[in-house]
């Protein structure tokens, strides 16, 4: 059946919104527009336009993936975090606008440093690490994972980015590449076990769980930066919101200074950073 533009959105964000989607008619623009080649706002241009037989193929595989509550980022195959579109799928994390916030305290620490060396711990896309190569050009940047295949999703992005990003294959409880860094930064597994099942099917049913949760992964890493950053160097985490106020109560146990807590774009605490002491 001849489908038209404006036909097909409102059809498809029905059974979205069926299927549970939290926001169906987004959902539906942005899985048109990406099979038709144009933006959300390039739609209304074409509203009243027939659909291609492949087009309609096309679109009805995407929903179909959807309606799973499969990530819309894994049925697009990329992302957009902060200047850049990087490819994502099952093998990683979704980049997350709170992460955003973590690669923002992350430049504000390096700002002023032609070259600072920055390692990003558990770099899963490699989105921290190419966001700060992107924004600071002069950073000398490697991410560290345990998994193999994650690294390979950060390294078709170092590819697509063509931005200068090592990649090393290290578990974050192990001991971390030598330094001296001048920052640290991680988004580490901080969900507990007892929370998956509460958190969405999109999270609990198809991100990495290694990648999500884990215990004791911030407190790893906030001890074995001590160990690798220079005099003065920085400590950058993403944390749980319910867990800020904890990080940073570590990090002044480990003699971190100059500790700031920064929320995110919802107003929780989900950021805490600090700089080691001149004598580490």
């Known amino acids: 059946m001849i489908e038209t533009v404006a036909r097909a959105l409102a059809r498809i964000s029905e059974r979205l919104g069926t299927a549970g989607i939290e926001t169906p008619r987004v959902d539906a623009e942005i899985l048109l527009a990406h099979v038709l080649g144009t933006t959300r706002s390039g739609l209304w241009a074409e509203s009243r336009r027939d659909l291609r037989v492949g087009e309609v193929a096309a679109l009805e595989r995407l929903v179909v993936r959807r309606e799973a509550r499969e990530p819309l980022a894994y049925v697009l195959g990329e992302w957009g975090f902060r200047r850049l579109t990087l490819n994502v799928d099952a093998r990683v994390l979704v980049p997350r606008p709170e992460t955003e916030v973590v690669v923002e305290r992350c430049l504000a620490r390096i700002a002023g440093m032609p070259e600072p060396r920055v390692l990003d711990v558990g770099t899963g896309?490699?989105?921290?690490?190419?966001?700060?190569?992107?924004?600071?050009?002069?950073?000398?940047?490697?991410?560290?994972?345990?998994?193999?295949?994650?690294?390979?999703?950060?390294?078709?992005?170092?590819?697509?980015?063509?931005?200068?990003?090592?990649?090393?294959?290290?578990?974050?409880?192990?001991?971390?590449?030598?330094?001296?860094?001048?920052?640290?930064?991680?988004?580490?597994?901080?969900?507990?076990?007892?929370?998956?099942?509460?958190?969405?099917?999109?999270?609990?049913?198809?991100?990495?769980?290694?990648?999500?949760?884990?215990?004791?992964?911030?407190?790893?890493?906030?001890?074995?930066?001590?160990?690798?950053?220079?005099?003065?160097?920085?400590?950058?985490?993403?944390?749980?919101?319910s867990e800020a106020g904890r990080v940073a109560d570590r990090l002044r146990e480990l003699a971190y200074l100059d500790i700031v807590t920064t929320q995110d774009l919802t107003k929780r605490d989900r950021v805490v950073d600090g700089v080691t002491t001149s004598d580490n």
């Open 125 to 241: 896309s490699g989105a921290i690490a190419l966001a700060i190569a992107d924004e600071h050009p002069g950073a000398r940047v490697t991410g560290i994972d345990a998994s193999k295949d994650a690294l390979d999703v950060a390294g078709s992005n170092v590819g697509r980015t063509a931005l200068p990003v090592d990649l090393v294959l290290c578990d974050l409880f192990d001991e971390l590449p030598a330094g001296p860094w001048d920052l640290v930064v991680s988004n580490p597994p901080y969900v507990r076990p007892d929370e998956i099942e509460s958190l969405a099917p999109e999270v609990r049913d198809w991100e990495p769980r290694a990648a999500l949760v884990g215990e004791r992964a911030t407190e790893a890493i906030a001890d074995g930066a001590l160990g690798v950053l220079r005099p003065g160097g920085a400590l950058v985490l993403e944390t749980a919101a």
